[in-house]
């Protein structure tokens, strides 16, 4: 797209199917690197990616030949792939449907990534459910609660 100029910063959310505490801290790391292959491989640029055990949140920067959806599909796809063959039978790794994508500007980049990489701290004062709900709402975004993540209460 010659003369297409953009800066697109978007902090994607999502969860493991059911909520499921799968995603161990013994591989956490390469799971994370093999995610952030997947984006590059897209020729997009991953800033940070971080979660728990039942969550994930990556912060891309996009170009604008590329739909979010698309993305967010093919690093489930591929992660799950890959979970699969990690868990070795143990049980069957699925992304939960659905995402969260929220924007921001390039100044607000340090407080996202810092967000990111802090998520364990975050969660001994937060839930999931809370942190999602509040970035929902934070964003102004309405929601219908049956189409939101099956919640572990």
């Known amino acids: 797209m010659a003369n297409t100029f953009t800066q697109i910063y978007i902090h994607i959310v999502f969860s493991v199917k059911g909520r499921q505490n799968l995603i161990e801290k013994k591989w956490k790391d390469e799971l994370h690197?093999?995610?952030?292959?997947?984006?590059n491989g897209k020729d997009q640029k991953a800033y940070a990616i971080g979660g728990m055990a039942d969550h994930i949140h990556i912060l891309v920067s996009i170009k604008p030949d590329i739909a979010i959806?698309?993305?967010?599909?093919d690093i489930k796809a591929n992660s799950s792939k890959w979970m699969n063959k990690k868990l070795f039978g143990v049980g069957k790794f699925q992304w939960q449907e659905g995402f969260g994508a929220f924007s921001y500007a390039q100044s607000q980049l340090d407080t996202v990534i810092n967000y990111i990489n802090n998520q364990e701290q975050h969660h001994q004062k937060k839930s999931f459910r809370e942190e999602y709900l509040d970035m929902l709402q934070k964003y102004n975004i309405e929601y219908d609660e049956k189409y939101l993540f099956e919640w572990i209460e």
């Open 33 to 39: 690197k093999y995610i952030c292959g997947i984006i």
């Open 69 to 73: 959806s698309d993305l967010v599909r």
